[in-house]
C-alpha cells in the first residue's frame, strides 16, 4: 500500500500534459519536481530558442499545477547547477521534505529511460514509473506491433492506425476512396504568392537569459527577447485554431514547397507544443476533423488527410521504430559514412543558396520544416557521406521540435538511409532539379542548376551522380532506384569521369563551396 506514503513525482520537460491522470485529483502526500537540469541544457549544443521555449514552458505548467492547488517544487539553474547529477538532485528533494517514495513517467528518449530506470534502483526506496498518457498507441501496443524487429512500412502501419481509430474511414474503406493524397500535396509556391502572417506570440526570456548566461549554458543561434513559439496550453491551442481557421485549407497544396519569401508558409508549427505533450495527438486530429466535417468544401480531403497523416502515421511509426530498435538503431552506418559535418551546417557560410537559406532560417527560429530538413541539409549530408552520429547531433541540437525519440529515425533511418532500409525503402536523394522544381532558391545562386561537372556547376548535381555510383553495389539491385540507375548508366564515360571529379573536390573540401 502507498496511498498516503509522502511521494516525489519528477515531471521532465517533455512531459507537460495536464490532463495526465497524475493530477485528475490534488494528492496533499505528493510533491511533483520540475527542474531545469544542466544536462539536459548541455547534452548537446542546443538552439538558444530551444532552450528558452523549454524552460518557460515548465515553469508555466508548474505554476498551473500549483493552481489547481497540486504541490510543487519548481527548480531553475540556479537552485540545480550545484548538484552533480539528477539522482543527488532527487535525493535531495527527497531528503528536504521527507518524502518515502519516487515516480516518474517513463521518458521517451532511451537515455533518459536507462537513466531513470538506473536511478530507481539506486535510490534504495519504493519506485514506479507509468506511461506518459500522451500517444494514440500504448506502450504495449508498440511492443506487440514491433516486437519481432521486422521492418514495417509506413504505409501499411498507417493504414492499420486509420482502420484501429476509424478515423477518415466510411463503411471500412478510407474516405475518398484512397488512403493517400500525397501526390496532391507537391505544389511549388506561384510566383505572384503572398505569404499568409504567421501567429507569433510574445514570451519574455529575460530571465531565462540571465540563467543561461550566469550559469555559462553554451547554445546555438539567434536568441529572441519576445519568444514568438508557445510556451502555454492557452498559446498552442491558438496556434492550433488559427492554423486550422486560415492556414489548413492551403497546407496539402504547399506543405512540400520551400521559398526565401517567408518562413512559416502553411505549416502548423505545433510541434514543439505537441512533443512536450501540452497538446494531445487525439484533440489536434480531432479539432482537425471537426473542421472538415463541417465544410469539407474548403477543407480540402488532400490537406485533411496530409495533416493526419503526418500526426497519426508518420509520429507514432518513428516512436514505434525508436521505442523497438534503441540502443542499437542509433549506431547504426549501413553506408559507411565518416566525414564530418560541413561548418557551414553552423555558420550558414556557402554559396550553396538552398543550404544557405535553410541554415539561415533555422538559425533564425530553430525551424524548417521537413522538405527543407529532409531535401536540403539532409540530403546534402548524405551525398557528402556525413557520418551519422555528426547528423544526429546537428539536427538534435538546432531544431526546437528536436526531442531524440522523433529525431533519430527521422534523421538516421529517413534522411540518411544509415539504417539501411529499415525505416524507408530507398535513401532520399536528389540532385539539384528537385530543389528547384519545388523552390525558388536557384534564383540568383552562384551555381548553375544545369550544370553537372563544370566550376560553376550546382554541387548537389555530381554528388548525387557521384553518390549512385559509389553505392551501385548496395543500392542497385534496390526496385525503387531502378530508373535512377537507369539514367546512372546512360552518362557517357568521359562526362561521367568529369562528374565525379567535381564531386570528388566537393566531398574533400565543402566548405569551399
Not at 517533455?14 to 491522470?21: E, I, K, R, T, V
Not at 514491433?146 to 476509424?166: H, I, L, N
Not at 537569459?209 to 536568441?223: K, M, N, S
Not at 535512377?484 to 563551396?513: G, Q
Request: glycine residues 6%.
Amino acid at each position: 500500500m502507498h496511498a498516503s506514503t509522502p511521494t516525489l513525482r519528477l515531471i521532465l520537460g517533455d512531459q507537460l500534459n495536464a490532463n495526465h491522470s497524475w493530477f485528475a485529483s490534488v494528492e496533499a502526500h505528493v510533491l511533483y519536481l520540475i527542474a531545469e537540469l544542466p544536462q539536459e541544457a548541455s547534452y548537446v549544443t542546443h538552439h538558444v530558442q530551444k532552450v528558452q521555449a523549454f524552460f518557460l514552458a515548465m515553469a508555466h505548467f508548474g505554476q498551473v499545477l500549483s493552481d489547481r492547488g497540486h504541490r510543487v517544487c519548481h527548480l531553475t539553474l540556479d537552485q540545480t547547477v550545484q548538484f552533480d547529477d539528477l539522482e543527488a538532485l532527487v535525493k535531495q528533494v527527497m531528503t528536504e521534505h521527507r518524502l518515502d517514495r519516487f515516480e516518474y513517467q517513463r521518458p521517451d528518449e532511451y537515455r533518459l529511460r536507462v537513466q531513470l530506470r538506473a536511478m530507481s534502483e539506486a535510490l534504495g526506496c519504493p519506485s514506479d514509473g507509468v506511461e506518459t498518457e500522451h500517444f494514440l498507441l500504448s506502450e504495449a501496443e508498440v511492443e506487440a506491433l514491433f516486437a519481432d524487429g521486422k521492418s514495417r512500412r509506413m504505409e501499411q502501419f498507417y493504414r492499420s492506425m486509420r482502420k484501429k481509430t476509424g478515423i477518415l474511414m466510411s463503411g471500412g474503406q478510407p474516405v475518398g476512396d484512397r488512403w493517400n493524397f500525397d501526390q496532391e500535396n507537391r505544389k511549388k509556391l506561384p510566383k505572384s504568392w503572398s505569404p499568409p502572417v504567421p501567429l507569433l506570440f510574445e514570451n519574455d526570456t529575460q530571465k531565462v537569459d540571465e540563467r543561461l548566461a550566469r550559469h555559462r549554458i553554451q547554445t546555438w543561434g539567434v536568441a529572441q527577447a519576445q519568444l514568438v513559439w508557445p510556451v502555454t496550453l492557452a498559446q498552442a491551442e491558438a496556434l492550433v485554431q488559427d492554423f486550422v481557421a486560415r492556414l489548413l485549407p492551403l497546407f496539402g497544396r504547399y506543405q512540400d514547397a520551400m521559398t526565401d519569401r517567408d518562413w512559416a508558409l502553411y505549416h502548423a508549427r505545433i510541434s514543439f507544443a505537441l512533443n512536450c505533450k501540452m497538446v494531445t495527438p487525439q484533440w489536434l486530429i480531432g479539432e482537425v476533423l471537426k473542421a472538415y466535417e463541417q465544410d469539407p468544401v474548403t477543407y480540402e480531403l488532400a490537406s485533411v488527410e496530409g495533416f493526419i497523416r503526418q500526426v497519426m502515421g508518420w509520429r507514432e511509426y518513428v516512436r514505434g521504430i525508436y521505442l523497438s530498435q534503441m540502443p542499437e538503431y542509433g549506431q547504426t552506418n549501413a553506408l559507411a559514412n565518416d566525414r564530418p559535418l560541413p561548418a557551414f551546417y553552423w555558420t550558414g557560410e556557402t554559396k550553396m543558396r538552398c543550404v544557405a537559406q535553410v541554415v539561415e532560417q533555422t538559425r533564425a527560429y530553430a525551424y524548417a520544416h521537413h522538405i527543407q530538413r529532409l531535401m536540403v541539409t539532409g540530403n546534402l549530408a548524405l551525398l557528402l557521406g556525413v557520418a551519422p552520429d555528426a547528423v544526429d547531433e546537428w539536427y538534435l541540437s538546432v531544431f526546437i521540435d528536436a526531442i531524440e525519440w522523433v529525431e533519430m529515425p527521422n534523421t538516421r533511418g529517413m534522411s540518411q538511409y544509415a539504417d539501411g532500409g529499415f525505416l524507408a525503402s530507398k535513401p532520399y536523394v536528389s540532385s539539384g532539379k528537385y530543389i528547384q522544381r519545388m523552390s525558388d532558391y536557384c534564383q540568383g545562386c552562384t551555381y548553375n542548376i544545369d550544370e553537372r561537372s563544370s566550376e560553376d556547376a550546382c554541387p548537389f548535381n555530381s554528388l548525387y551522380w557521384a553518390f549512385l555510383h559509389r553505392h551501385q553495389s548496395t543500392l542497385g539491385n534496390n526496385q525503387r532506384m531502378a530508373m535512377m540507375y537507369s539514367n546512372l548508366k546512360r552518362i557517357p564515360t568521359v562526362e561521367l569521369t568529369d562528374i565525379l571529379n567535381r564531386a570528388d573536390a566537393v566531398r574533400r573540401d565543402p566548405d569551399t563551396f
